[in-house]
DNA sequence: GAAGCGTGGTC
DNA sequence: TGACCAAGCTT
C-alpha cells in the first residue's frame, strides 16, 4: 500500500495518523494469537478471565502463565468462587509464578470485588484502579478488552511499538506519559480492547525488543525509527543498577521424613511463602556469621555443611545460600514459629523456588520437589 | 520518583 | 555468561 500524505508527514515528523488504528485491526484480523483468556473474535470476552491473566501476564511471560491460568480456572471458575478461597491456598496455587505479593492482592480483590461489588468487576478505569493490584496498567486494560472502554494499556511491548514508531528520544520512566497519549492515538474508536490486544501482539512477534521482524509491520512505512534505522534502540531507558551479591545460609533439618519450615513475614520478599529457617540475607557476610544463625535446636549432634552452594537471582540482588544440615531424633520439638511437615507433601506447601532449590540442595537425593 | 519485588528464557 | 527482557504494582 503506498503510503497517503498523511502518513508520508507522519514519518517525518513523528505525528499520530488516523489511519493507524484501521491498519492495526485488519493485520490483528489476521494474525491475532490465540490465548487461552482470549475471546473467540466478535465475542464478548469474561471480565473473570480478563483479570486473571492481565494479573498472571505482569512481568511474567505468556508461555509460564498458562499452566498456571488453566489451574486457577479449573479451581476457581468465577471471582466469587475465588473470593471464598484463603489466602493460603491461593499462595500454595500460585507457588513458583513470582512476585507474590500478586497473588495476595489477586485475593484481596476477588473479596473486594464479591463484597463491595456484588461479584461483578467495575467496568471503568476509575473503578477499577481502586482495587488491590490493579494499576494503570490493569485498569486500561480491563477496561478496553473486557468492557470496550476507549482506553489504551501502556505495557513493555506497546512502550516499545510506540516509541519505535514515533521514535520519541526521551528515556523511560520519565517518557511514560508522552508514550502513553501516542498510544491512545492507536486505539480504534469501536474495537478499543482488539486496539490494545494488536499492538501487543505486534510487539510479542513482530517488533520485538531484537531483531524485530519490520517487513511484516502493517505499521512499517510509518516507522520513524525504521526509516532512521535505528529501531533496535528504541525505547530508550535510564540505565538500571544491579545490585550487590548478598550471601546468607539456610537449615535444612529433618525429623525423620519431615522437614523443619516456617513462614515469611507477611510482606516484602517472598511474604507469606513458605521458607525452611535461614541466617540474613547480607552484602559481605561470611558464612561464619551466617552459620551462627542457626536455630536453637536441642539434641543436634552437629551441622552438617552441604557441599556447593545454592545460587539464585531476584530482580534487584543476587543470593550465594550455604546449606547446613541436620538430623533430630523422633520426638524433637519445632522451636517457636517453626512446624515439621512430611517431605512428601512439600509439593503442596507454598514454596518458592528459591527453597526448593535449597531443600534439593540440603537433602541432596538429587530430587526437584514437584509443584 | 525510585526502590523493592521472582522466575525463566534468550542471546 | 551476564545483561536484558516479560501484558507492572506498591510504597
Not at 494469537?33 to 473467540?40: G, H, T, Y
Not at 534505522?229 to 550487590?244: C, I
Request: glycine letters at 8%; proline letters at 8%; hydrophobic letters at 45%.
Amino acid at each position: 500500500m503506498p503510503a497517503s500524505p498523511a502518513r508520508q508527514k507522519a514519518r517525518r515528523q513523528a505525528v499520530p495518523d488516523s489511519a493507524y488504528p484501521r491498519l492495526l485491526l485488519a493485520w490483528y484480523d489476521r494474525h491475532r494469537r490465540a490465548l487461552p483468556w482470549r475471546a473467540l473474535p466478535g465475542q464478548a470476552a469474561d471480565p473473570y478471565r480478563v483479570w486473571l491473566s492481565e494479573i498472571m501476564l505482569q512481568q511474567t511471560t505468556v508461555k509460564a502463565v498458562g499452566p498456571y491460568f488453566e489451574k486457577f480456572l479449573a479451581r476457581w471458575p468465577s471471582v466469587a468462587a475465588l473470593g471464598r478461597a484463603s489466602q493460603d491456598d491461593v499462595l500454595r496455587m500460585w507457588a513458583g509464578l513470582g512476585y507474590y505479593s500478586r497473588a495476595r492482592n489477586l485475593f484481596a480483590c476477588a473479596v473486594a470485588v464479591s463484597r463491595d461489588h456484588g461479584g461483578a468487576f467495575p467496568d471503568t478505569e476509575v473503578g477499577l484502579r481502586a482495587l488491590p493490584g490493579i494499576g494503570p496498567y490493569t485498569a486500561a486494560a480491563i477496561a478496553a478488552i473486557a468492557f470496550g472502554r476507549h482506553c489504551m494499556p501502556v505495557d513493555g511491548n506497546i512502550e516499545r511499538v510506540v516509541s519505535r514508531l514515533f521514535a520519541t528520544e526521551d528515556a523511560l520512566p520519565q517518557a511514560k506519559p508522552k508514550i502513553s497519549q501516542l498510544a491512545l492515538t492507536l486505539a480504534g474508536e469501536a474495537r478499543a480492547g482488539d486496539s490494545a490486544q494488536a499492538l501487543m501482539d505486534l510487539g510479542a512477534t513482530i517488533c520485538t525488543p531484537k531483531k524485530p521482524a519490520c517487513a511484516l509491520c502493517p505499521l512499517n512505512e510509518d516507522c520513524a525509527a525504521r526509516a532512521r534505522g535505528d529501531q533496535e534502540t528504541f525505547p530508550r531507558k535510564a540505565p538500571k543498577v544491579t545490585g550487590k551479591l548478598r550471601r546468607g545460609a539456610a537449615f535444612v533439618v529433618t525429623r525423620g521424613d519431615e522437614l523443619l519450615v516456617r513462614t515469611r513475614a507477611e510482606k516484602g520478599l517472598l511474604g507469606g511463602m513458605t521458607e525452611v529457617p535461614g541466617s540474613d540475607w547480607i552484602a559481605g557476610q561470611d558464612d561464619t556469621i551466617a552459620r551462627q544463625q542457626a536455630p536453637a535446636l536441642p539434641g543436634v549432634a552437629r551441622w552438617q555443611r552441604k557441599p556447593g552452594l545454592v545460587n539464585h537471582v531476584f530482580t534487584h540482588f543476587p543470593l550465594e545460600l550455604v546449606v547446613y544440615t541436620a538430623a533430630v531424633p523422633a520426638r524433637s520439638r519445632a522451636p517457636d514459629g517453626m512446624r515439621f511437615v512430611k517431605i512428601a507433601t512439600l509439593q503442596h506447601e507454598a514454596l518458592p523456588n528459591l527453597m526448593r532449590k535449597v531443600i534439593a540442595h540440603g537433602l541432596g537425593d538429587g530430587k526437584p520437589i514437584r509443584r
